[in-house]
Nanobody
Framework: QVQLMESGGGLVQAGESLNLTCASS????????MGWHRQAPGKEREFVAA????????SYADSVKGRFTISRDNAKKTVNLQMNSLQPEDTALYYC????????????WGQGTQVTVSS
């Protein structure tokens, strides 16, 4: 019923930036909170950022606060993650996720886009 597709990942050097985009096929995109999670090799998936359905509230993991910015465009049914000052520890597979609220467990996931940051 709903499909999420991430794009924008790639290989960059430390200090550089990337802008990830998640596009949704769902008709109810505008009433769902959206977020980004990541999973590095050998580690469990972790929360990165989230945004309310109105776009008025955002939340970030401490590790990315001040460097990453999440935003959404409900008309285009997309959510973005602007990642600045990337560091090697940011290397991971980044997933887009949909949830009922910012505090809810995601109910829909994308396939992920790889972000690799070289030292």
């Amino acid at each position: 019923q709903v499909q999420l597709m991430e794009s924008g990942g790639g290989l960059v050097q430390a200090g550089e930036s990337l802008n990830l985009t998640c596009a949704s096929s769902g008709r109810t995109f505008g009433i769902h909170a959206m977020g980004w999670h990541r999973q590095a090799p050998g580690k469990e998936r972790e929360f990165v950022a989230a945004i309310s359905w109105t776009g008025e509230r955002v939340s970030y993991a401490d590790s990315v606060k001040g460097r990453f910015t999440i935003s959404r465009d409900n008309a285009k049914k997309t959510v973005n993650l602007q990642m600045n000052s990337l560091q090697p520890e940011d290397t991971a597979l980044y997933y887009c996720a949909q949830s009922a609220t910012m505090g809810s467990v995601p109910d829909t996931w994308g396939q992920g886009t790889q972000v690799t940051v070289s030292s």
